[in-house]
């Protein structure tokens, strides 16, 4: 099942720049965005991946036990 932010493209790109330090501003520069739809995406990762802040999102992966669940970002 695909989220809002993979079926609209933006998430894959968006992980990446918040691994290299890019502020939401800068981010939403670089991909053509708003500021606030860059916000809610990176809260959403936040979420998901029960990170404490921005720099911890680069440095996950979930896996399940079925090989089909694992769910990685690039």
Avoid at 38 to 49: P, R
Avoid at 51 to 58: E, V
Avoid at 59 to 68: E, G, M, Q, V
Wanted: glycine share 6%.
């Amino acid at each position: 099942m695909q989220v809002f932010w993979e079926k609209i493209g933006v998430l894959s790109p968006i992980y990446r720049l918040v691994g290299r330090g890019l502020s939401d501003s800068e981010i939403a520069d670089a991909l053509e965005l708003t500021e606030i739809r860059v916000s809610e995406c990176v809260a959403w990762m936040e979420h998901f991946l029960r990170c404490k802040d921005r720099n911890q999102i680069g440095s996950r992966r979930i896996t399940s036990t079925d090989d089909d669940d694992v769910v990685e970002f690039p």
